[in-house]
């Protein structure tokens, strides 16, 4: 059991060839900024896990709850990303949307709302994907598998299984509201068509050649 709880604190690197070179990625964004943020996830997780591992305490994708796991894998992409592309900054303004916005486009590069630059998301599931409101704008989904809490008995390491991005109109979400008295969080999922849409302009698929 130790042993393959050590081999799962290696994720899993990311393929350079998996890449599709014939992706579109707007705002100056290449690949190869992609591929460099999501490299640096993957040696983050190890060495944070390995870390871990010594001190006997769980790894963080089975320590933490799964949204706030995805959370992680998201909101480090969003503060990467920007390293290698310079014409993309982190949006500075708290909850701001996008995630991405074109550096130097908004004052002190923060916005509360745009239709300009990229939605980030991370994500188990390779379908289904959610947001709070139903948005005109550049999505990026960045799917993974790793653990759970729940999976104690079967220790397996994180990777990357693909990345996929379009331009999604109104029409690509499906708004669920809610009842003045739920307590439901109010979500709008990506249709089937912005599901197209997006696995038409794969930007990364583990095991594509």
Request: hydrophobic share 40%.
């Amino acid at each position: 059991m130790n042993n393959l709880e050590y081999d799962a604190c290696a994720p899993l690197p990311v393929g350079h060839d998996d890449f599709n070179t014939s992706a579109t990625i707007p705002y100056g964004c290449k690949i190869e900024h992609i591929y460099q943020a999501m490299q640096d996830f993957v040696n983050f997780l190890g060495f944070i896990n390995m870390q871990l591992f010594i001190k006997e305490i769980p790894r963080l994708e089975s320590m933490l709850m799964p949204a706030n796991f995805s959370s992680l894998v998201g909101e480090f992409i969003i503060s990467t990303l920007p390293k290698y592309c310079p014409t993309l900054v982190k949006n500075l303004y708290h909850n701001g949307h996008p995630d991405l916005i074109p550096m130097g486009m908004f004052e002190k590069n923060a916005i509360q709302h745009a239709s300009e630059g990229i939605e980030i998301k991370a994500s188990r599931y390779r379908s289904g994907w959610q947001g709070h409101n139903p948005e005109k704008i550049w999505l990026m989904v960045f799917v993974f598998d790793s653990n759970r809490p729940i999976d104690i008995t079967s220790p397996k390491p994180f990777r990357f299984i693909e990345v996929l991005g379009a331009a999604l109109a109104l029409e690509d979400w499906s708004f669920s509201g809610r009842s003045a008295t739920s307590r439901r969080t109010i979500t709008a999922s990506v249709t089937k068509s912005g599901y197209e849409k997006l696995a038409s302009n794969w930007i990364y698929r583990t095991g594509s050649r």
